[in-house]
């Protein structure tokens, strides 16, 4: 047998993640591929910023999430949230794999309506629905979700000239030990509100009442929340049965349900911060298993999740325009984008990665957005290695309403990619260019010349 050479032993100090005289330790991981695709490459076809979206990924986040609830409840039903993210191709890929709609305004659910979606299959929230918005949904089956009494009244007096009934909800609000109380949509459950809405709808005979919606909050982190607000609406749902004899169809927790991403203020990253989404599903399923429905009666149970479902499948690409040594001494990176684009940095800090190779040497930095606008902050400190002008950046976990809320603000909105499940992009918006903006207006003769 062959002597083994001898190997001197070694003992090495592992300080990974611990705090030293320079700080605490941070790796930081170039990003330089989305499924497979060059960053890179992504920028020199579609321009920057570019939002890129991961059909991928939202795919998979989809069927893990929809695993969670249908595993503890037998029927179970996802109604998409256009206002978190209304693209077509997004909503589409949503629509593919079962998920109704779930919309706030006209223009949603026309959106809606285009994409294709049956009409019984769109559940109309918000406060703000028109005579016109109503007349339309109760045309097409929609589901409305009543928000206050004067949209009652209104449908009331529909019902008078059109010969359909129109299929209705109410949205309740309640204490669900989360506060402040989210009271502003939809009837009080405590205060009577709520029964009093049941009961004028019950009895005005032109309604056909199917249904309980509540949304609670948003990037909510307390899951018992939800099995309060699940119980309280099994509750109303018994008295309606009790009461009127009638069997709902189905109980809507909403939406709300967190994404991981770190939220401003909190002293853990979102993915430590946020509870497992198991948690959420287990307590709403818990809720309506153990009320007193009967199990050959339990209703169908709608989630309109948004930002969990889609936040991590968004990326946003951008590029470095310029560094500057702030007065302080501090080092400023300027970004092609900002608060314009990526307007969910009001309250996330979007963790940011560098999107090529880079140095070891780190330094906390800000990162400003390309307005001239003192509030245009990307990160108010960031610890990342010092980039250069023209260093690609990706933001990740942008994918919840950056893409609805955006503004066309000094600067325009960019292209929006899809990377399809075999790895090709594909433009799902184009960028918006001057003549988009002036197609919107209109020059009065008087002020059609001038000379300086
Ligand atoms: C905004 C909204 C949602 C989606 O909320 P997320 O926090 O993105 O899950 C769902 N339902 C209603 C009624 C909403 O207004």
Redesign the pocket.
Same mark, same amino acid.
């Given at each position: 047998m062959e002597k083994l050479k001898y190997e001197r032993p070694v003992i090495q100090k592992l300080n990974s993640g611990l705090s030293n005289k320079f700080g605490s330790a941070t790796e930081i991981e170039p990003f330089t591929h989305i499924d497979g695709v060059p960053v890179k490459k992504l920028i020199e076809t579609y321009g920057s910023p570019l939002f890129v979206f991961s059909e991928r990924q939202i795919r998979a986040k989809y069927e893990e999430v929809k695993t969670m609830f249908t595993t503890r409840y037998p029927k179970v039903q996802f109604g998409w $949230?256009y206002?978190?993210n209304y693209l077509n191709a997004i909503c589409n890929v949503y629509h593919q794999m079962g998920s109704w709609a779930?919309v706030?305004s006209g223009f949603e659910f026309e959106k809606a309506l285009k994409n294709g979606v049956p009409g019984n299959k769109i559940i109309f929230? *918000?406060p703000d629905k028109t005579e016109a918005d109503l007349s339309l949904a109760i045309e097409h089956n929609s589901l409305i979700h009543i928000d206050h009494f004067d949209e009652l009244y209104t449908i009331q007096k529909l019902t008078q000239t059109l010969d359909k009934k129109p299929k209705v909800a109410i949205r309740v609000n309640m204490d669900t030990g989360v506060y402040p109380i989210w009271d502003r949509f939809g009837f009080n459950y405590e205060n009577g509100q709520a029964w009093d809405a049941v009961n004028k709808i019950m009895s005005s005979g032109q309604m056909d009442m199917v249904g309980l919606h509540c949304?609670i909050g948003?990037?909510m982190l307390t899951p018992s929340a939800y099995g309060v607000a699940a119980a309280k609406l099994a509750n109303l749902f018994m008295r309606i049965k009790q009461k009127f004899g009638q069997v709902l169809h189905y109980i809507d927790v *909403? *939406? %709300?349900?967190p994404s991981p991403n770190n939220l401003k203020g909190t002293y853990l990253p979102g993915a430590d911060m946020v509870p497992p989404i198991e948690d959420f599903a287990e307590t709403i399923a818990t809720a309506l298993l153990n009320s007193d429905i009967p199990p050959n009666e339990l209703p169908l149970l709608i989630l309109? $999740? %948004?930002?969990?479902l889609i936040d991590e499948a968004g990326y946003l690409l951008g590029t470095v325009i310029a560094t500057k040594r702030l007065s302080s001494g501090r080092r400023s990176t300027v970004l092609d984008f900002g608060l314009n684009t990526l307007f969910t940095s009001m309250w996330y800090n979007h963790k940011i990665s560098p999107a090529q190779e880079v140095s070891n040497f780190k330094e906390d930095m800000v990162l400003y957005g390309p307005l001239c606008m003192n509030i245009d902050v990307v990160r108010e400190s960031i610890i990342l290695p010092p980039l250069s002008k023209g260093d690609l950046v990706v933001a990740h976990t942008v994918g919840?309403y950056n893409v609805t809320q955006w503004m066309q603000f000094i600067a325009m909105r960019p292209n929006v990619v899809l990377i399809d499940m075999r790895g090709n992009p594909h433009l799902i918006r184009r960028a918006e260019t001057t003549e988009t903006l002036n197609q919107m207006e209109e020059l009065p003769e008087h002020l059609s010349q001038f000379t300086l």
């Open positions: $949230s206002k978190t779930e706030v929230n *918000g949304h948003t990037f *909403g *939406g %709300g349900l309109e $999740s %948004g930002r969990l919840a």
